[in-house]
């Protein structure tokens, strides 16, 4: 199977794929005006996806057949795919300016979508995190979107339970949180290896497959379960985790890791203890701000949303909300936050959180992404 | 990104719910009531289980070649009967140092526990088994999973007599003396140490340290208790070896098939809910209506259980008794569903739609 994958991804131009990386970094929608926003919900009666503005109004919603999960956005900002929530059995393809839906992705034979994916830096392919069923093991499913959508090849994430993936700035390097968690399609959202978990951050080539480097917490951390990601300007890979040990153990819950020097370890952020323990060992969902330097983490078991400045690697802000866990950058500076209530809020260190706008029939879902 | 001079802006709370419809005091009276008459009492039985057990364990294995197994093996029942009682309790003590897994690992999808206990069982010319290499090796060996295969079914017999059936009667008592140190460290952290016993700083929200900031999350922790049990029983207990038909079906999913406890597993477990739901969460539910759909669901579930007359892992694949299986589960569906979509709002406990594990 990687072969064949290798094979396809090599046929094409390597220099268009370059030319493409250059337009890639997070700055490209600055000069788009308006900002719009994807986050997927539950309602009475079914789930959807919605998308909205900078100030929390809905321009339109999709319905999904179950419960969403996150979003792959392509460069151009022209199509979107909404993932269902693991163990996820489609995905949707769409446009986000419109808000037409375009294909309904079937999950593949024995393969779970985990919740996340990422388009390659020219828009062609799409990266899925998934699991096979039977064993847990996690894989990138991949699949073609000039050749309708079709699934032409996986590669494995060298770890359980993948969730959040990314594309590094290069343009070139696919960044994967395992999560390390065994899990089965049999048995539905059990955990089967907490003793033995094995979480792991992995950086494969987005050309073949091949793995470019993995790291792991210590062997007494074993049981932070690295899920989800944000890229600061730098290129270093922020990590927001879940300890599946006991409640009162001091672990620390977000790491930086600088990938481009590889071989270096996990770096832990510093916060204060109150603050770390108020996290409940939980983060839901963590983001970049637009210029590259604040990171949001949020915990909707912790009512809150933390920031730090990677750059003095201090934590610099908490915001209260209950429930509280879609994060994406606000234009030009600080965050836009939705929370299981149906609320929206803003979150800039000037004005602290206060909240834009409530939509009460709608529980906003895990995570909030940029769609255009 | 303009960030001003100040590094911890002020914490702003938003009020993202009405107000509290239940209150500190309320919440304060059901956890209390749930700690000390459900789970203290629990843990107390599992301490005298495993006492029993390890008692019986020693016993057999003083004369194993004439003594019957069967007190050995009633012991074993009464310890899986005390664990089936309390295992929903997942937070606190029991959780720390993987007690729980070691106590019983389950389920084990890639029989890591038959992997690793041949492993063991290879070594048989080591003569013995120490008891704290036992406890700090792998979850899957020391508890009762392992047990259950080392004295039910054709291996029992190898206690008895073969080139290895001393050091396997030296691995079950090594596993009954484990299995009472995790009860008795368990049941000693909750009780004992004063204001420091789990107990206490459970109850006690004031303190820096408490695990609960407030009684509402606590009563979140019981309640998500409450839940599992009936969720286990119904999506994995019931569920699997159920499968779709008689046809699909798979004995050997259930949980304790080789002692054919399953249906007993399952009964205590939905008995533990409606005694932590009747002792904890009953007095506090306004809604007299909704009380009673809950009291008459749990009847309806225990009913449907008393009524399959033969083992889980036989009643799956048998024409007549299989329609009682799917009953029971249908029932056991149905109390998950009231429990999850009713009890949540009625005490205003916050079951955030985000907080799932691994979203």
Redesign the interface.
């Given at each position: 199977m990687r072969w064949m994958v290798t094979e396809m991804l090599t046929r094409r131009s390597a220099l268009s794929w370059l030319g493409v990386t250059a337009l890639l970094p997070l700055t490209v929608h600055a000069a788009a005006g308006e900002r719009l926003y994807l986050n997927a919900y539950?309602e009475k009666g079914g789930f959807g996806l919605a998308a909205f503005d900078g100030d929390g109004r809905i321009r339109y919603q999709l319905p999904l057949p179950q419960r969403g999960?996150s979003f792959a956005r392509r460069a151009d900002g022209r199509m979107a795919v909404a993932f269902s929530?693991?163990p996820g059995s489609f995905a949707l393809v769409f446009d986000p300016v419109a808000g037409t839906a375009i294909r309904t992705i079937a999950a593949a034979e024995d393969r779970d979508f985990c919740?996340h994916g990422a388009f390659t830096a020219d828009g062609r392919l799409l990266f899925a995190t998934e699991v096979v069923g039977s064993t847990g093991d996690g894989v990138l499913g991949i699949y073609d979107a000039a050749a309708d959508w079709a699934r032409i090849g996986e590669v494995a994430t060298h770890g359980l339970?993948p969730?959040e993936m990314r594309l590094m700035p290069d343009g070139r390097t696919l960044v994967v949180a395992n999560?390390g968690?065994?899990m089965?399609a049999?048995?539905?959202?059990?955990?089967?290896n907490?003793?033995?978990m094995d979480p792991s951050l992995v950086y494969l080539d987005a050309r073949d497959g091949r793995l470019l480097g993995q790291v792991r917490p210590a062997t007494e951390l074993r049981q932070l379960?690295m899920?989800h990601i944000a890229i600061d300007r730098l290129g270093r890979v922020a990590v927001a985790m879940?300890y599946e040990?006991?409640?009162?153990d001091p672990v620390p819950l977000v790491a930086l890791h600088d990938a481009p020097a590889g071989a270096a370890g996990l770096e832990y952020l510093p916060m204060p203890e109150a603050e770390r323990a108020?996290m409940r060992q939980?983060c839901?969902s963590a983001a970049m701000?637009?210029?590259g330097?604040?990171l949001a983490v949020s915990s909707?078991?912790g009512n809150r949303v933390l920031v730090w400045?990677l750059d003095r690697r201090?934590m610099?802000?908490?915001?209260?909300?209950?429930?509280?866990?879609g994060i994406a950058a606000q234009v030009?500076?600080?965050f836009l936050a939705s929370?299981?209530?149906g609320?929206m809020?803003s979150l800039t260190?000037?004005?602290?959180?206060?909240?834009l706008a409530a939509h009460s029939r709608l529980?906003?879902?895990?995570h909030m992404v940029i769609a255009s | 990104?303009?960030?001003?001079a100040?590094?911890?802006?002020?914490?702003?709370?938003?009020?993202?719910?009405p107000g509290h419809a239940v209150d500190a005091r309320t919440y304060a009276a059901m956890n209390r009531a749930a700690v000390e008459g459900h789970i203290l009492p629990r843990y107390d039985a599992l301490v005298a289980a495993t006492d029993s057990l390890e008692a019986a364990a020693k016993s057999y294995c003083a004369a194993p070649a004439s003594r019957p197994i069967a007190d050995l093996q009633a012991a074993f029942g009464a310890t899986m009967d005390a664990w089936e009682d309390i295992q929903h309790v997942r937070?606190g003590p029991v959780?720390?140092f993987?007690r729980s897994?070691?106590f019983a690992f389950w389920?084990?999808?890639?029989n890591t526990i038959g992997k690793q206990m041949a492993e063991l069982l290879s070594k048989h010319a080591a003569g013995s088994i120490d008891v704290d290499l036992l406890a700090k090796g792998?979850?899957a060996t020391q508890g009762l999973p392992a047990m259950e295969r080392l004295i039910f079914g054709e291996d029992a017999a190898k206690l008895k007599s073969g080139a290895d059936a001393a050091y396997r009667c030296h691995y079950v008592e090594a596993i009954a003396v484990n299995l009472a140190r995790i009860a008795r460290d368990t049941r000693a952290a909750w009780r004992e140490g004063g204001d420091k016993a789990f107990a206490a700083v459970m109850l006690d929200t004031t303190k820096p340290?408490a695990?609960y900031?407030e009684e509402q999350e606590a009563t979140l922790e019981l309640f998500k208790a409450l839940y599992l049990a009936v969720e286990l029983a119904a999506?994995?207990k019931l569920a699997?070896p159920l499968g779709a038909s008689a046809s699909d079906a798979r004995p050997r999913l259930a949980q304790a098939w080789r002692s054919e406890r399953s249906l007993r597993n399952i009964q205590r477990n939905l008995l533990a809910a409606r005694d932590l739901y009747q002792t904890g969460f009953a007095p506090a539910v306004a809604d007299k209506a909704l009380d009673a759909a809950i009291r008459d669901a749990f009847g309806r579930v225990l009913s449907a259980a008393a009524a399959l007359k033969q083992p889980l892992e036989t009643a799956v694949q048998d024409k007549a008794a299989r329609p009682l299986a799917e009953k029971l589960a249908a029932e056991a569906l149905a109390l998950k569903k009231l429990l999850s979509d009713r009890l949540p709002p009625a005490l205003d406990i916050?079951v955030?739609?985000?907080?799932?594990?691994?979203?």
């Open positions: 539950g999960h929530r693991r919740g339970d969730h999560g968690i065994l089965r049999d048995m539905p959202r059990l955990k089967l907490i003793a033995d379960s899920r879940q040990g006991p409640e009162g108020g939980y839901g701000d637009d210029s330097r604040y909707p078991r400045d201090s610099v802000q908490t915001g209260e909300a209950r429930d509280v866990c030009r500076s600080g929370n299981g209530l609320r809020f260190t000037e004005t602290g959180i206060g909240e529980q906003w879902d895990n | 990104m303009r960030f001003i100040c590094l911890f802006a002020a914490v702003l709370v938003i009020a993202a719910t937070f959780d720390w993987f897994q070691r389920p084990d999808p890639r792998s979850v340290d695990p900031r999506d994995h699997r916050p955030g739609f985000n907080a799932l594990d691994g979203d």
